[in-house]
């Protein structure tokens, strides 16, 4: 049977429609924003984030007029690009705290830049360690007086509701946004391991790994760039000093972007698509199987973000089960491997246009 089929495809339908309805509330009488902090690095979850992100504002008939990533925001240019009535949306995934520093403090720039403009933090997992950088955070939203968060896990809403004075609510991850994806990717082992090698990794799989039979299982993480997001990057290096300031107003930052995103996001359907089943800490990463239909076994990270996401949302999504350690995780893999699955009846999303 069919993992995208049937009550499944309902319930991701049903998440759509919940952010749709949100954002499209949230963004009413909005037709030009600014889409800040583009993951300018090779996860892929977070490229998977900002195309589901660019579907959604299509969807709901916004245009955007200006982006950046953490090491490229110019304030003067994005006034220009969206005047005072336009809206700054800050990308969505698991930086709002302490654990990304370089992307908190974006954020921290933009509320302080542009204090009473509609601001939208769109569906992040929250993470503070308690300190400067949390009171620091309090103080900026206190002063914006038109800041909403977005959380996409109960534990960051009641976070949220606790210590900051801005609307809170619960949204579906961007990613979701995508829908069903095609693929033609033929397996080559039974299992595929996609683990974190950063700083959220919780579990250490090499045992677990050990007693395998040779050959049956194939690991990497997803943190090293394809060539083509390298030709792209480059390309986008090479404008930004041919163009300056049109390369950010033109529409060739916004371009560059989406392919190098998208170039990302075909990439992680080619990496766990090696695998028959496939085993995974990343939260992306089960978003991704799922929309691929690709049956799955889910463990935690070392703060929770996938157990947030999971509660709220993949019982409802998805039949992959959650495993509370490596050997777990594989003998529930070798369970589903037993199982005969088919691939996904329904007709891949369209990805978003530029």
Request: aromatic share 6%; with cysteine.
């Amino acid at each position: 049977m069919g993992w995208i089929t049937g009550q499944n495809h309902l319930a991701l339908r049903s998440m759509q429609d919940e952010a749709l309805q949100i954002l499209g509330r949230r963004l009413q009488g909005v037709r030009e924003c600014a889409l800040l902090d583009f993951p300018d690095h090779a996860n892929v979850g977070d490229s998977m984030i900002w195309l589901g992100e660019l579907k959604l504002l299509a969807a709901l008939g916004i245009r955007v007029k200006y982006t950046c990533t953490s090491y490229n925001y110019e304030p003067r240019l994005l006034e220009r690009a969206i005047g005072p009535d336009g809206a700054i949306l800050i990308h969505g995934g698991g930086n709002f705290g302490t654990l990304y520093l370089r992307h908190q403090q974006l954020r921290e720039r933009a509320l302080a830049d542009f204090r009473g403009q509609r601001t939208i933090q769109l569906p992040q997992s929250i993470n503070f360690q308690p300190g400067e950088v949390l009171e620091r955070t309090q103080q900026l939203i206190r002063a914006h007086s038109n800041f909403t968060l977005l959380v996409r896990d109960a534990p960051s809403r009641a976070f949220a509701n606790a210590h900051f004075d801005c609307e809170v609510e619960l949204c579906p991850d961007m990613a979701l946004m995508l829908g069903p994806l095609h693929h033609a990717c033929t397996a080559t082992v039974d299992y595929f391991l996609l683990s974190r090698t950063d700083k959220e990794r919780a579990a250490d799989w090499s045992a677990a790994l050990a007693r395998l039979e040779p050959d049956a299982c194939r690991s990497a993480d997803w943190l090293a760039a394809g060539r083509a997001e390298q030709l792209i990057s480059r390309a986008t290096g090479l404008s930004r000093r041919v163009l300056g300031d049109l390369q950010a107003t033109s529409g060739v930052r916004r371009a560059a972007y989406f392919q190098n995103a998208s170039a990302r996001l075909r990439r992680g359907i080619r990496t766990l698509g090696q695998g028959r089943v496939v085993l995974t800490d990343r939260l992306h990463a089960h978003v991704l199987c799922v929309l691929m239909g690709k049956p799955h076994v889910v463990m935690g990270d070392a703060h929770g973000k996938i157990r947030g996401f999971f509660e709220a949302y993949s019982s409802k999504l998805s039949p992959a089960p959650w495993a509370e350690d490596p050997e777990a995780a594989f003998a529930a893999a070798r369970m589903l491997l037993g199982v005969s699955v088919a691939e996904p009846a329904l007709q891949p999303s369209p990805l978003p246009s530029q």
